[in-house]
């Protein structure tokens, strides 16, 4: 298949997983439906963003599309690959954060994404991509079933991949001014292309099919635990976190503010609400320090829960 052969079916395929992902969510929640708001960007290409506000579960749900063209790379796409500076370059992908409103369940996170650079004769592409769990109030069988699904999606492509994808998901998802991981992981991988262009996709369609198997089941049994002000609260501020890892660290959310890309749908990761508080410490033994204590770290859980 040529590159442009390439481009479309993999353009396909993000457009039916965006559909997919939103009808489940929407089924879910039960009460709101999707936004949506197509966008173009002046150098090239455009988007569409969904956005699920005040739903019955989800207190806000976004699930990007878009696919963008430049004319050179910047440089959160060039750090691990400075030979295509200056190179012309394409982009596509979607991109999830869900904030639910019920403390119990997990905020989440997933992202699949493919990019091109250069001219058709010497063309370079990767995949990339994954989705991590972030709870408030951390259940290990919610955890077990989330790696349990991951280590699924990597299965079929080799017994090493999961524990690798798995470990990269720990090291890029940690905030090293805080000392602790954002959450319990999943699974994260960049800069894939070493497999070949149709097992990379293969591997790129396995993670995002298998996300909502990993999440709906999570959402179903949390979602009607009953909750107050102090966990609403606690809620509120670890979400703070999640705001300093994407401003701070995130690539994606670098490479969409450098290269030009729609604000609104850049920073729709951001939670609706968020607080922080100077110096806050969980009480000891609270379920708050057990969440610090317990899941905050890198773990081998598939060995260690079962």
Same mark, same amino acid.
């Given at each position: 298949?040529?590159?442009?052969?390439?481009?479309?079916?993999?353009?396909?395929?993000?457009?039916?997983?965006?559909?997919?992902?939103?009808?489940?969510? +929407?089924?879910? !929640?039960?009460?709101?439906?999707?936004? /949506?708001?197509?966008?173009? %960007?002046?150098? @090239? =290409?455009?988007?569409?963003?969904?956005?699920?506000?005040?739903?019955?579960?989800?207190?806000?749900?976004?699930?990007?599309?878009?696919?963008?063209?430049?004319?050179?790379?910047?440089?959160?796409?060039?750090?691990?690959?400075?030979?295509?500076?200056?190179?012309?370059?394409?982009?596509?992908?979607?991109?999830?954060?869900?904030?639910?409103?019920?403390?119990?369940?997990?905020?989440?996170?997933?992202?699949?994404?493919?990019?091109?650079?250069?001219?058709?004769?010497?063309?370079?592409?990767?995949?990339?991509?994954?989705?991590?769990?972030?709870?408030?109030?951390?259940?290990?069988?919610?955890?077990?079933?989330?790696?349990?699904?991951?280590?699924?999606?990597?299965?079929?492509?080799?017994?090493?991949?999961?524990?690798?994808?798995? +470990?990269?998901? !720990?090291?890029?998802?940690?905030?090293? /001014?805080?000392?602790?991981? %954002?959450?319990? @992981? =999943?699974?994260?991988?960049?800069?894939?292309?070493?497999?070949?262009?149709?097992?990379?996709?293969?591997?790129?369609?396995?993670?995002?099919?298998?996300?909502?198997?990993?999440?709906?089941?999570?959402?179903?049994?949390?979602?009607?635990?009953?909750?107050?002000?102090?966990?609403?609260?606690?809620?509120?501020?670890?979400?703070?976190?999640?705001?300093?890892?994407?401003?701070?660290?995130?690539?994606?959310?670098?490479?969409?503010?450098?290269?030009?890309?729609?604000?609104?749908?850049?920073?729709?990761?951001?939670?609706?609400?968020?607080?922080?508080?100077?110096?806050?410490?969980?009480?000891?033994?609270?379920?708050?320090?057990?969440?610090?204590?317990?899941?905050?770290?890198?773990?081998?859980?598939?060995?260690?829960?079962?």
């Amino acid at each position: 298949m040529s590159t442009s052969d390439n481009v479309q079916t993999v353009l396909a395929y993000l457009r039916e997983l965006q559909n997919r992902i939103c009808a489940g969510l +929407e089924q879910a !929640d039960g009460q709101a439906k999707f936004q /949506h708001d197509s966008w173009q %960007r002046a150098e @090239g =290409g455009g988007g569409e963003s969904r956005v699920l506000s005040n739903g019955g579960i989800f207190e806000q749900a976004g699930v990007n599309f878009s696919h963008v063209k430049g004319t050179a790379l910047p440089p959160a796409a060039t750090a691990q690959r400075p030979e295509l500076a200056g190179a012309a370059w394409e982009a596509m992908g979607v991109s999830l954060v869900i904030h639910p409103l019920n403390p119990y369940v997990p905020t989440t996170h997933a992202n699949v994404r493919f990019f091109s650079a250069g001219d058709d004769d010497k063309s370079v592409w990767w995949f990339g991509g994954g989705f991590d769990l972030t709870p408030f109030y951390a259940f290990e069988e919610d955890v077990l079933h989330w790696h349990r699904t991951a280590q699924k999606a990597c299965m079929p492509f080799g017994e090493q991949v999961y524990p690798e994808h798995k +470990e990269w998901c !720990d090291r890029y998802f940690f905030l090293k /001014h805080r000392n602790e991981t %954002r959450g319990v @992981g =999943g699974l994260f991988f960049d800069d894939l292309n070493d497999w070949g262009f149709e097992r990379c996709f293969a591997y790129q369609r396995s993670v995002g099919d298998h996300f909502l198997d990993a999440y709906l089941p999570i959402v179903a049994r949390r979602s009607a635990m009953t909750w107050g002000e102090r966990e609403r609260q606690f809620q509120l501020y670890r979400r703070g976190r999640y705001v300093e890892f994407n401003l701070v660290y995130d690539r994606g959310t670098s490479f969409g503010l450098q290269s030009g890309g729609r604000t609104e749908s850049i920073l729709m990761s951001m939670p609706p609400l968020v607080r922080w508080e100077y110096n806050w410490q969980p009480p000891p033994g609270s379920p708050e320090a057990r969440l610090y204590a317990d899941f905050l770290r890198p773990r081998d859980w598939l060995s260690e829960l079962t």
